[in-house]
């Protein structure tokens, strides 16, 4: 059997994000988000999800950009002299590779963002990371700890069969070959990431795909998304919303990217492409 989750990052972002992504699984075929607990709209996403139970919502693990959730004081080696997150993945992944951030600091600030969201009242049905900073095996090691003690035991497994990623980029190369880049550094540590998520009893799906189309997932490259879809469990991952001036001053580098995957969640034949290869579609809730 074929099993697909579509999942939208950045809920909590902002109000035109959370719209999108409300719009993406009322009207069409998104089945997961996962919530920024340092989100500017978090308090909107909430309200929006606990509105729409059917969507299964996760956390969005951030490390990178925006403030901290934990006290500043108690998380001081994770944070900049203007007291945010590190501005850039590359940055964030030097600091914690030459041990200038203490492990215990990003323990303590995704334990707050995780008891945020619970708070909230909702219940996270997966993991998954802003920037995929949970690929990095030490901070895998310590999201794996987070996620023990909260008894999570769903997370995103970020690595993606290039063959797919040219598959489904065909006529889009330019714009997506530093991405195909990143996807193929992850598969790097693969071995190291799926040993921690065996450690400490995480499930993944089988399969995953989006990393190197990331903000590319129009209605035509999901169409034929829909052809690398293997059998068991496949997570495509997406970045829907509307693009406002609030996104504008957010500094995403994703902006009208986010209101085309948007119209690739609601195209009528990209849900028949789907259904027409007896791909059944569940949200992380229902991985097993």
Known sequence: MKQLIFNADD????????????RGHREGILTSATLMANGLAFDDAVQKALENP?????????LVGGKPVAPPESVASLLDLQGNLPDSLAGFVARVTTGAIQPDHIE????????????????????????????HPWVMEIVGKVAQQFGITKIRRPVENLRDSWETSRGEIQSVSSQIVAAGAVRVVASRFETIAEKYKLICP?????????????PAALRRMADSVEEGSTEIMLHPGICDAD????GSRLQQHRQDELDGLLDAGVREAFLQRGIHFISYRELN
Request: proline share 2%.
């Open 247 to 250: 996104l504008a001053a957010s």
């Open 206 to 218: 089988d399969h995953f795909l989006g990393l190197a189309m990331t903000g590319q997932l129009g």
């Open 11 to 22: 809920f909590g972002m902002t109000r035109g994000v959370n719209e999108g992504i409300i």
């Open 108 to 135: 303590r600030e995704l334990t707050a963002q995780i008891e945020k969201i619970r708070g909230a009242g909702i219940v996270p049905s997966h993991l998954d990371s802003h920037k995929h900073t949970h690929a």
């Open 54 to 62: 059917k969507l299964g919502v996760g956390c969005h693990l951030v």
